[in-house]
C-alpha cells in the first residue's frame, strides 16, 4: 500500500510533555500537509512543505509546534509543552503538484493526541 | 462569516433515495473544490473534486459547482446506510498557498 502513513495512531501524554509525530506521504507527492481536528469540526490547516521547504504556517500555530521535512519525503510535527487544548487529531496529508491534479490531497489515518 | 459553509444535519434520508449535501464559500477567487467523507474515529477520504461550473458524476456521486452562488452541492443516488458518514466540502484558493478550507462537514444518517 502507497499510501500516506502516520505515526503513532494513538498519542496519550501528560500535560508539559512534549510529543513528536511522523508522516510519511504517498512517494511521489512533493507537497506535504498538516492539519488538526477536533470533534464536531472540519480540518484546520497548520503547516504546509513543497519538498523541503516550509512555505506557509498559520497563524493560529504557536510557537510549541514546529514541523519539518528535512529531506523532502517524510515529515515529523512536534509539540512542546502540550496543553490540554492541544488533544486533537492530528491529520497529515500529500498532494503532487503539476500534472492535471489540481492539487488533491490525500490524508493518512491521522494521530489522535490525548493530553491529561 | 465563515469561509465555507455547510449546514451541520444531521440530514437523514431512506435508504434509496437521493441525498444533498450543500456548501457555500465566501471567497470569489476560489477556483478548486473537494467533498471527502468521513467515518466516526476516521479520517477524510476523498470523493470527489470540482473545478469548473456545471455537474461532474463519478458512479452514484455528482458534484455540482455554481461559481457566481458561491455554491458547490454533492448529490448520493440510491443512498446506502454505509453511506452515513460526515461530509467535508473543502475549497482551495489559489492565494499562493495549497492549504484546504474545510467546513465544519453535514452528517449524513442513511435510514435502512
Known amino acids: 500500500d502507497t499510501g500516506v502513513s502516520q505515526d503513532p495512531r494513538h498519542k496519550i501524554t501528560k500535560r508539559g510533555q512534549n510529543v513528536t509525530f511522523r508522516c510519511d506521504p504517498i512517494s511521489e507527492h512533493n507537497r506535504l500537509y498538516w492539519y488538526r481536528q477536533t470533534l464536531g469540526q472540519g480540518p484546520e490547516f497548520l503547516t504546509y512543505f513543497q519538498n523541503e521547504a516550509q512555505l506557509e504556517k498559520s497563524r493560529l500555530l504557536s510557537n510549541r509546534f514546529s514541523a519539518e521535512r528535512p529531506k523532502g519525503s517524510f515529515s515529523t510535527l512536534e509539540i512542546q509543552r502540550t496543553e490540554q487544548g492541544d488533544s486533537a487529531m492530528y491529520l497529515c496529508a500529500s498532494s503532487l503538484s503539476g500534472g492535471g491534479s489540481y492539487n488533491e490531497q490525500f490524508f493518512g489515518p491521522g494521530t489522535r493526541l490525548t493530553v491529561l | 462569516q465563515k469561509e465555507v459553509e455547510q449546514n451541520s444535519g444531521p440530514l437523514s434520508v431512506p435508504e434509496g433515495a437521493i441525498a444533498s449535501l450543500n456548501c457555500t464559500y465566501s471567497d470569489r477567487v476560489s477556483q478548486s473544490f473537494f467533498w471527502y467523507r468521513q467515518y466516526s474515529g476516521k479520517s477524510p477520504e476523498l470523493i470527489m473534486s470540482i473545478y469548473s461550473n456545471g455537474d461532474k458524476e463519478d458512479g452514484r456521486f455528482t458534484a455540482q459547482l455554481n461559481k457566481a452562488s458561491q455554491y458547490v452541492s454533492l448529490l448520493i443516488r440510491d443512498s446506502q446506510p454505509s453511506d452515513s458518514a460526515t461530509y467535508l466540502c473543502?475549497?482551495?484558493?489559489?492565494?499562493?498557498?495549497?492549504?484546504?478550507?474545510f467546513g465544519t462537514g453535514t452528517r449524513l444518517k442513511v435510514l435502512a
Open positions: 473543502a475549497v482551495n484558493t489559489p492565494t499562493g498557498t495549497y492549504k484546504y478550507i
